[in-house]
T-cell receptor, first 116, second 112 residues
Framework: KQEVTQIPAALSVPEGENLVLNCSFT??????LQWFRQDPGKGLTSLLL?????REQTSGRLNASLDKSSGRSTLYIAASQPGDSATYLC???????????????FGEGTQLTVNP | DGGITQSPKYLFRKEGQNVTLSCEQN?????MYWYRQDPGQGLRLIYY???????QKGDIAEGYSVSREKKESFPLTVTSAQKNPTAFYLC???????????FGPGTRLTVL
């Protein structure tokens, strides 16, 4: 059974710092991996989607990498801002799910606080 | 505006009652999903549907039911058989297959 772990569970940094959030998964047979942001009491906002054949994806100050063989992904946030404060979740989609609906397995998230 | 809407935002249920959570999307997505989120936990899949009039159980389907009579709508009923229904419920949709999933704003259900 696929398990997704995110470390640390919580992170507090000063504004302007570059930071890395970690995501690990136990089964490397994934189709893709998706990073989300969740603000308190809100739904999820998709940040980046990395296909299994890709090594990284970039969007603005965000860069996500994927090392499928080692079961790891990282989300790099450059020049962090107070507005980046939120919970960040990663989710993987296993092989075999492409024809049965896009089932995702989620990690528990990293709660990020960026202090002004 | 294209997107996913969920209603109500907050819902209170008395023990023994069934309640229905609404999810509507105008993205022309084929697949729709219901997840449950508990404090400090990741999302868990309740039900999903790839096409109209078809749906499959997820990992925690017991005590829940769904219907998919229209492409844009996927309501979730929380029945009295669900023993611990207090949670945050999230609806999502995607193009059929392995496309990116998009989420609604969620419904917070509290049992009184």
């Amino acid at each position: 059974k696929q398990e997704v772990t995110q470390i640390p569970a919580a992170l507090s940094v000063p504004e302007g710092e570059n930071l890395v959030l970690n995501c690990s998964f136990t089964d490397s047979a994934i189709y893709n991996l998706q990073w989300f942001r969740q603000d308190p009491g809100k739904g999820l906002t998709s940040l980046l989607l990395i296909q299994s054949s890709q090594r990284e994806q970039t969007s603005g100050r965000l860069n996500a990498s994927l090392d499928k063989s080692s079961g790891r992904s990282t989300l790099y946030i450059a020049a962090s801002q107070p507005g980046d404060s939120a919970t960040y979740l990663c989710a993987v989609r296993p092989y075999g799910e492409e024809t049965s609906g896009s089932r995702l397995t989620f990690g528990e998230g990293t709660q990020l606080t960026v202090n002004p | 505006d294209g997107g996913i809407t969920q209603s109500p935002k907050y819902l209170f249920r008395k023990e023994g009652q069934n309640v229905t959570l609404s999810c509507e999307q105008n993205l022309n997505h084929d697949a729709m999903y219901w997840y449950r989120q508990d404090p400090g936990q990741g999302l868990r899949l309740i039900y999903y549907s790839q096409i109209v009039n078809d749906f499959q159980k997820g990992d925690i389907a017991e005590g829940y039911s769904v219907s998919r009579e229209k492409k844009e709508s996927f309501p979730l009923t929380v029945t009295s058989a669900q023993k611990n229904p207090t949670a945050f419920y999230l609806c999502a949709s995607s193009m059929w297959g392995v496309r990116e999933q998009f989420f609604g704003p969620g419904t917070r259900l509290t049992v009184l």
